[in-house]
């Protein structure tokens, strides 16, 4: 089974900190994302990536900046946290190929305060 | 505008009372429609992939079905342990991400 783990569970931080939140997976998917989700919302994507060093903004990028340096892990970075940024943090990874279904992390809660 | 919607925003069920979930989508040039359910506390599961009006997919108690305008994910004799939020997300030609419902949240009482 594809697995993808995420660092935290939870995260409290305070407004205008730098924030890192860590995805690894370990099926050497090419594709990797980052969602958020909030209540009453779909998941919204953030960025994505799909390959090495190659990242894509998706619908909400701003405020949010990306890293992936290898191809397991995918990181998500907040510059400057905001409180608008409070939510729960979803990385997933999928093959490279057609319409794969996605295999998610079991997320992060961030709070910023 | 691609979009999706799904209906009810919650469905409270006894065990064993079969129903339907909803998701209606416009999208220009659908490549796929997925179903996946979410526990609390967890990411997103897996469950199916539909590509073409008509399509009919199973897993143990649930079926998922596919026509021009919508999907319907059919629980049959529901248990306990699926109690879930079931989100449905399209692909389609315009956009190459997926768009995703805000979901349904099934609850099936003892």
């Known amino acids: 089974d594809v697995k993808v783990t995420q660092s935290s569970r939870y995260l409290v931080k305070r407004t205008g900190e730098k924030v890192f939140l860590e995805c690894v997976q370990d099926?050497?998917?090419?594709?990797m994302f980052w969602y958020r989700q909030d209540p009453g919302l779909g998941l919204r994507l953030i960025y994505f990536?799909?390959?090495?060093?190659?990242?894509e903004k998706g619908d909400i990028p701003e405020g949010y900046s990306v890293s992936r340096e290898k191809k397991e892990r995918f990181s998500l970075i907040l510059e400057s946290a905001s409180t608008n940024q409070t939510s729960m943090y979803l990385c997933?990874?999928?093959?490279?190929?057609?319409?794969?279904?996605?295999?998610f992390g079991n997320g992060t809660r961030l709070t910023v305060t | 505008e691609d979009q999706v919607t799904q209906s009810p925003e919650a469905l409270r069920l006894q065990e064993g009372e079969s129903s339907s979930l909803n998701c209606s989508y416009t999208?220009?040039?659908?490549?796929?429609l997925f179903w996946y359910r979410q526990d609390p506390g967890k990411g997103p599961e897996f469950l199916f992939t539909l590509y073409s009006a008509g399509e009919e997919k199973e897993k143990e108690r649930l079926k998922a079905t596919l026509t021009k305008k919508e999907s319907f994910l059919h629980i049959t004799a529901p248990k306990p342990e699926d109690s879930a939020t079931y989100l449905c997300?399209?692909?389609?030609?315009?956009?190459?991400?997926?768009?995703w419902g805000a979901g349904t949240k099934l609850i099936i009482k003892p």
């Open positions: 099926m050497d998917h090419e594709n």
């Open positions: 999208v220009s040039g659908l490549r796929g």
């Open positions: 997300a399209v692909g389609g030609d315009s956009n190459y991400q997926l768009i």
């Open positions: 997933a990874s999928s093959l490279g190929q057609g319409e794969s279904p996605l295999h």
């Open positions: 990536s799909y390959d090495v060093k190659m990242k």
